[in-house]
């Protein structure tokens, strides 16, 4: 029998066979489709106000408290007053420019304020008020709260029921004066058949009434009750510095429920002395500057991501 050549060409080729197995690999698995791409969002700063306080002409060092913001970029939303803080917000809301305000600050003296009349006691004090009308009238661009620049409220107290009154439209020079009718110098004030006198009597450093407005970070400005370098002694003297002493203890507790607290060292200088604004100018910067951290971290901590439709 002749030998069969093909079986060795057969088993080569069922070699190669094999070996091509062998060796194959499996086919990939498709790339997975890819998901939706993840939404896009914005940041919106928080509403940011401002809480002023009383304090008489130690009250001119919330103009630096003012100045520090502006150069800092951080924006102010609304600006509730009281008493002084009252006049220094009325004095920034207006333009909404702290260079207005503080030349308004720095022109204004004692006479332009307070309009001594020997009668005036008749009717509650000593000062009628009639002065610091004018001088708002005469240098504010706006008239009325509703027009200003940035929204503002003047607090006020109305004197029979004690309780707290905001004036958020209406004429300003009037909400101004009755925020800052202090109990015994001013002549309380009557406005649409009802008298009030000083808000500090009942709301020294107005925070709440910022929230209400829907303000996420208020910072609070309170200037301390001032010092004097001698006991009070005439019946004024003792009745208003035991006024400023509660007022200032008032507003202290009120000012916990702000995000930032900035205090002002100003507590040796007299309610009515109108000879050191740059001093207190000063002092406020300095106190606004040292609660710089805080105030970008409550700022920082309100901010909201919202997506973008």
Known sequence: MLPNRSMPLLGLAAALILSGCGSARPTPPPAPSPGPAPAQVREVPPKVGLALGGGGARGFAEIGVLRVLEQEKIPVDFVAGTS???????????????LDAEFLAVSVTDEDLFDYKALSFLSGGFVKGDRLEAFLA???K?????????????????????KTVVFEKGPIARAVHASAAIPGVFVPVEIGGEIYVDGGVTNPVPVD????????VVIAVSVPAAVPSFTPKTPIEVAYHAITLMSAEIGRL????????????????????????????EAGEAAA???????????ASKVRRVPVR
């Open 142 to 162: 706006h008239r009325t709260i509703e027009t200003f620049r940035i929204p503002y409220a003047a607090v006020a107290t109305h004197l029979r029921t004690g």
């Open 84 to 98: 002084v803080g009252s006049l220094v917000g009325a004095f920034y809301a207006d333009s909404g420019r702290v």
């Open 289 to 299: 500057r040292a609660a710089l951290p805080a105030i970008r971290a409550a700022i």
């Open 254 to 281: 009120r000012a916990r429920d702000a995000d930032v607290l900035v205090e002002p060292a100003v507590g040796d200088v007299a309610y009515d002395d109108f000879t050191q604004k740059k001093r207190l100018i």
């Open 209 to 216: 009434v910022a929230r209400r407005a829907g303000c996420d």
């Open 138 to 140: 005469k240098n504010l």
